[in-house]
């Protein structure tokens, strides 16, 4: 069977919505078929709303279909979503609207089309909104579950930053709003990250096993509100934390752990971040490998603090 993407999961799930609940109304800015919004269509024609290139439209039509009793679901790429921040904050975030985003194309997965549509400050504009929920789904399953039970549990807004082609299954099925999910266990060190680079990070866990470091690596899905009880747990038993993103230092899931950290056990934590916006690539990897995001650049960065902290102790 071949595994569906993020966008797919995007798709399929929404399709699965439509269906069992009558409420549903996805709406989008001309962009159903890169988003795979699409596949609504497919199961309910009536259920699916193209209001053009045309963003801010897009949030008031959704809002007005929340006020009218409706769950609309609004999907279009993250960066453009981004230029209706206004009228989420005025409409949807103000007046705590049952109102879904689904930021497709998030980070760096629209490799082929320029820093225009890569998104990498998005997460921080989302977490400012006082009412907010910004999820970050690390894989298809997790998109696929993240989609479904913010519908069932939240009657509030809702941010969902996906990916567009990634599709590796890194996740187990058991997602749940607002917890700190941890995928593989350690002592030494933390690793914390969310989305599709948490593959990567993955990946240097394994490597830096074969260092000798037993790293911890947490899937902060959540960034808002962030799950300060585990998070607190995971900086007592491992005394230094390295957030890995895909987005700006600022404002992005580095701050959110800082925030958090800083009045409850302030501890060391290291930002490996985007440093530049993007640029036209053949694959997201190449832009990873740019931006010192891929898993050779990530481990690196932290073994070389590591190391240094080792020496330090041994004298």
């Not at 309910?44 to 053009?52: D, I, Q, R, T, Y």
């Not at 089309?113 to 977490?127: F, K, N, P, T, V």
Request: proline share 3%; hydrophobic share 40%; aromatic share 8%.
């Amino acid at each position: 069977m071949v595994q569906l993407t993020m966008r797919e999961m995007v798709g399929k799930a929404l399709s699965e919505l439509v269906e069992k609940d009558d409420s549903v109304v996805v709406v989008t800015a001309d962009v159903a078929n890169s988003t795979r919004a699409v596949y609504v269509a497919r199961k309910k024609k009536e259920k699916l709303v193209n209001v053009g290139i045309s963003e801010q439209d897009m949030v008031g039509f959704a809002s007005g279909l929340a006020i009218a009793g409706k769950k609309p679901f609004i999907v279009g790429f993250a960066m453009f979503i981004m230029r209706a921040w206004e009228q989420i904050r005025n409409t949807i975030d103000r007046m705590m609207l049952n109102v879904k985003i689904i930021g497709t194309h998030s980070g760096f997965s629209d490799a082929h089309d320029g820093a225009s549509h890569q998104c990498i400050e998005d997460i921080a504009l989302m977490r400012t909104l006082i009412n907010m929920t910004v999820i970050i789904p690390a894989d298809p399953l997790q998109t696929y579950n993240a989609i479904h039970t913010s519908h069932q549990k939240l009657n509030k807004p809702v941010y969902i930053r996906v990916g567009r082609d990634f599709r590796h299954t890194i996740t187990e099925d058991n997602f749940e709003i607002g917890r700190i999910e941890i995928l593989r266990e350690g002592e030494d060190a933390a690793i914390i990250s969310a989305g599709p680079i948490l593959y990567n990070v993955i990946q240097v866990h394994d490597m830096l096993k074969k260092k000798g470091y037993s790293t911890l690596v947490a899937n902060l899905h959540t960034v808002k509100p962030v799950d300060s009880t585990r998070l607190e747990k995971i900086a007592r038993r491992t005394g230094v934390i390295f957030v890995v993103e895909e987005h700006v230092k600022y404002g992005g899931i580095y701050s959110a752990v800082v925030e958090e950290l800083s009045s409850k056990y302030p501890v060391p934590v290291y930002s490996i971040s985007a440093k530049r916006y993007g640029r036209s690539a053949r694959t997201t990897e190449d832009l990873y490998y740019y931006q010192g995001l891929d898993s050779n650049n990530i481990y690196k960065q932290i073994i070389e603090k590591l190391e240094r902290g080792r020496s330090i102790k041994n004298g």
